[in-house]
Protein backbone atom coordinates (compact mmCIF):
# COMPACT_ATOMS: atom_id res chain seq x y z
CA UNK A 1 0.00 0.00 0.00
CA UNK A 2 1.19 3.65 -0.68
CA UNK A 3 -0.02 6.78 0.53
CA UNK A 4 0.81 10.59 -0.16
CA UNK A 5 -0.55 13.69 0.38
CA UNK A 6 -2.19 16.18 -2.56
CA UNK A 7 -0.87 19.72 -2.36
CA UNK A 8 -3.14 22.33 -2.91
CA UNK A 9 -2.07 24.74 -5.90
CA UNK A 10 0.37 27.20 -5.62
CA UNK A 11 -1.76 29.25 -8.34
CA UNK A 12 1.06 29.75 -10.17
CA UNK A 13 2.74 28.12 -13.19
CA UNK A 14 5.40 25.99 -12.44
CA UNK A 15 6.98 26.54 -15.89
CA UNK A 16 6.60 29.82 -16.78
CA UNK A 17 6.21 31.20 -12.64
CA UNK A 18 3.06 33.39 -13.60
CA UNK A 19 0.66 33.52 -11.57
CA UNK A 20 -3.01 32.23 -12.67
CA UNK A 21 -6.03 34.67 -13.02
CA UNK A 22 -9.16 34.16 -12.21
CA UNK A 23 -11.44 31.77 -14.92
CA UNK A 24 -8.20 30.23 -16.17
CA UNK A 25 -8.06 27.09 -17.12
CA UNK A 26 -5.02 25.60 -15.87
CA UNK A 27 -3.35 21.95 -15.57
CA UNK A 28 -2.15 19.55 -12.11
CA UNK A 29 -0.22 16.57 -12.71
CA UNK A 30 1.20 14.58 -9.83
CA UNK A 31 4.60 13.32 -10.80
CA UNK A 32 6.60 10.54 -8.89
CA UNK A 33 10.15 11.85 -7.82
CA UNK A 34 11.91 8.90 -5.85
CA UNK A 35 10.06 8.20 -2.70
CA UNK A 36 8.08 11.61 -3.37
CA UNK A 37 4.70 12.31 -5.48
CA UNK A 38 5.03 15.89 -6.37
CA UNK A 39 2.14 18.09 -7.73
CA UNK A 40 3.14 20.69 -10.65
CA UNK A 41 0.61 23.24 -12.20
CA UNK A 42 1.01 24.60 -15.50
CA UNK A 43 -1.14 27.06 -17.28
CA UNK A 44 -2.61 26.25 -20.67
CA UNK A 45 -0.14 27.77 -23.10
CA UNK A 46 2.35 25.94 -21.06
CA UNK A 47 0.92 22.92 -21.57
CA UNK A 48 1.59 20.23 -23.81
CA UNK A 49 1.19 16.42 -21.97
CA UNK A 50 1.74 14.77 -18.69
CA UNK A 51 5.21 13.23 -18.13
CA UNK A 52 5.92 10.01 -18.75
CA UNK A 53 6.56 9.67 -15.20
CA UNK A 54 3.50 11.13 -14.44
CA UNK A 55 0.82 9.46 -11.20
CA UNK A 56 -2.25 11.58 -12.69
CA UNK A 57 -3.00 14.85 -14.16
CA UNK A 58 -6.11 16.80 -14.57
CA UNK A 59 -7.56 20.04 -16.10
CA UNK A 60 -8.90 22.76 -13.68
CA UNK A 61 -10.47 26.30 -13.42
CA UNK A 62 -9.16 28.97 -11.26
CA UNK A 63 -11.71 30.34 -9.17
CA UNK A 64 -13.26 33.81 -9.39
CA UNK A 65 -12.47 35.90 -6.09
CA UNK A 66 -16.10 35.71 -5.40
CA UNK A 67 -17.34 32.75 -6.61
CA UNK A 68 -19.70 30.50 -4.91
CA UNK A 69 -18.11 27.11 -3.81
CA UNK A 70 -18.88 24.16 -5.85
CA UNK A 71 -19.92 20.81 -3.81
CA UNK A 72 -19.56 17.42 -4.87
CA UNK A 73 -22.52 15.44 -4.60
CA UNK A 74 -23.05 13.77 -0.90
CA UNK A 75 -20.39 10.90 -0.56
CA UNK A 76 -23.45 8.10 -0.61
CA UNK A 77 -24.48 9.29 -4.20
CA UNK A 78 -20.83 8.81 -5.54
CA UNK A 79 -20.04 5.54 -4.52
CA UNK A 80 -23.76 4.16 -5.09
CA UNK A 81 -23.17 5.48 -8.71
CA UNK A 82 -19.59 3.87 -8.64
CA UNK A 83 -21.40 0.63 -7.93
CA UNK A 84 -23.75 1.10 -10.73
CA UNK A 85 -20.56 1.37 -12.93
CA UNK A 86 -19.43 -2.28 -11.56
CA UNK A 87 -20.54 -4.34 -14.53
CA UNK A 88 -20.75 -2.11 -17.05
CA UNK A 89 -17.46 -2.08 -19.27
CA UNK A 90 -18.10 0.72 -21.56
CA UNK A 91 -17.70 2.69 -18.69
CA UNK A 92 -14.70 0.90 -16.82
CA UNK A 93 -12.83 4.28 -17.61
CA UNK A 94 -15.21 6.48 -15.42
CA UNK A 95 -15.43 3.42 -12.61
CA UNK A 96 -11.36 4.10 -12.48
CA UNK A 97 -11.70 7.52 -12.32
CA UNK A 98 -14.66 7.91 -10.06
CA UNK A 99 -12.47 5.39 -7.67
CA UNK A 100 -9.30 7.96 -7.82
CA UNK A 101 -11.67 10.94 -6.84
CA UNK A 102 -13.20 8.69 -3.97
CA UNK A 103 -10.10 8.00 -2.55
CA UNK A 104 -8.75 11.87 -2.90
CA UNK A 105 -11.74 12.93 -0.79
CA UNK A 106 -11.39 9.61 1.89
CA UNK A 107 -14.28 8.02 0.66
CA UNK A 108 -12.63 4.66 -0.10
CA UNK A 109 -9.11 3.82 1.31
CA UNK A 110 -6.18 2.35 -1.58
CA UNK A 111 -5.44 -0.52 0.33
CA UNK A 112 -3.10 -2.40 -2.34
CA UNK A 113 -2.56 -2.88 -6.42
CA UNK A 114 -2.67 -6.28 -7.81
CA UNK A 115 -2.64 -8.13 -10.95
CA UNK A 116 -5.54 -9.82 -12.00
CA UNK A 117 -5.53 -13.29 -14.68
CA UNK A 118 -5.44 -11.33 -17.70
CA UNK A 119 -2.60 -9.60 -16.36
CA UNK A 120 -4.41 -6.09 -16.03
CA UNK A 121 -3.60 -3.71 -12.81
CA UNK A 122 -5.80 -3.37 -10.30
CA UNK A 123 -6.51 -1.50 -7.71
CA UNK A 124 -7.84 -2.75 -4.66
CA UNK A 125 -9.82 -0.37 -2.55
CA UNK A 126 -12.07 -0.60 0.79
CA UNK A 127 -14.94 1.46 2.02
CA UNK A 128 -15.06 2.19 5.71
CA UNK A 129 -18.51 2.97 6.06
CA UNK A 130 -19.82 -0.15 4.00
CA UNK A 131 -17.07 -2.21 4.74
CA UNK A 132 -17.11 -3.08 1.53
CA UNK A 133 -14.15 -4.32 -0.46
CA UNK A 134 -13.66 -3.35 -4.28
CA UNK A 135 -11.16 -4.07 -7.52
CA UNK A 136 -11.17 -1.49 -10.40
CA UNK A 137 -8.85 -1.83 -13.30
CA UNK A 138 -6.37 0.77 -14.06
CA UNK A 139 -7.16 2.16 -17.27
CA UNK A 140 -5.69 4.84 -18.73
CA UNK A 141 -8.00 7.01 -21.05
CA UNK A 142 -6.61 9.49 -24.00
CA UNK A 143 -6.60 12.87 -23.08
CA UNK A 144 -9.85 13.39 -25.08
CA UNK A 145 -11.43 10.75 -23.43
CA UNK A 146 -10.41 12.69 -19.93
CA UNK A 147 -12.04 15.41 -20.85
CA UNK A 148 -15.17 13.00 -21.40
CA UNK A 149 -14.97 11.93 -18.20
CA UNK A 150 -14.44 14.79 -16.57
CA UNK A 151 -17.36 16.41 -17.91
CA UNK A 152 -19.57 13.63 -17.56
CA UNK A 153 -18.66 13.49 -13.60
CA UNK A 154 -18.74 17.20 -13.56
CA UNK A 155 -22.53 17.01 -14.57
CA UNK A 156 -23.58 14.21 -12.47
CA UNK A 157 -21.95 14.89 -9.33
CA UNK A 158 -20.81 18.73 -9.34
CA UNK A 159 -23.71 21.03 -7.91
CA UNK A 160 -23.57 24.75 -6.89
CA UNK A 161 -23.61 25.86 -2.86
CA UNK A 162 -26.80 26.47 -2.25
Same mark, same amino acid.
Given at each position: ?????? /????????????????????????????????????? /?????????????????????????????????????????????????????????????????????????????? /???????????????????????????? /?????????????
Amino acid at each position: MFEFEI /QRSTKHCAKTEREFRPGETYFSVLVSEGAEVVRYDYC /QEAWSEPPENAVGWWKSLMPEPNSKKVNWAPNDVMLNYFEQLENDPVKADVRYVLALLMVRRRIVRLEDTETDEEGSE /QLVLYCPKTEADYKVRVLDPSPERAAEI /QEELSTLLYGDAA
